[in-house]
Nanobody
Framework: QLAESGGGLVQPGGSLTLSCAVG????????IAWFRQDPGKGREGVACISESDGSTTYADSVKDRFTISRDKAKNMVYLQMNSLNPDDTGVYYC????????????????????WGQGTQVTVSS
């Protein structure tokens, strides 16, 4: 069970933090990813965090701007997004898979078998 929140309208250059609430204790079993999808485009992997050691992987398009993190005590995963631009617009989804290390499969949407409903992020002036 995944539930995203925190989306909204932000100006170019602004920041936004998305949250993904996961089931109690899920972060001890599941790795988590963030994907995004804009109308007319495919679903794009953005970032993921491995259950085993918390290692993170980022798409080149968001590297050094986005940060994925987790709080096991709160059963939450976050995506801090800085220096946003219109290309970052889309519906953002968090996804989960029962796997310890996911670096190689981070951006393969078919690998992730649990999905939230998504939250809209719009970057526009």
């Amino acid at each position: 069970q995944l539930a995203e929140s925190g989306g909204g309208l932000v100006q170019p250059g602004g920041s936004l933090t998305l949250s993904c609430a996961v089931g109690d204790g899920a972060l001890d079993l599941y790795s988590i990813a963030w994907f995004r999808q804009d109308p007319g485009k495919g679903r794009e992997g953005v970032a993921c965090i491995s259950e085993s050691d918390g290692s993170t992987t980022y798409a080149d398009s968001v590297k050094d701007r986005f940060t994925i993190s987790r709080d096991k005590a709160k059963n939450m995963v976050y995506l801090q997004m800085n220096s946003l631009n219109p290309d970052d617009t889309g519906v953002y989804y968090c996804a989960a898979v029962w796997a310890a290390a996911v670096e190689r499969m981070c951006f393969v949407s078919s690998f992730w078998n649990h999905w939230g409903q998504g939250t809209q992020v719009t970057v526009s002036s």
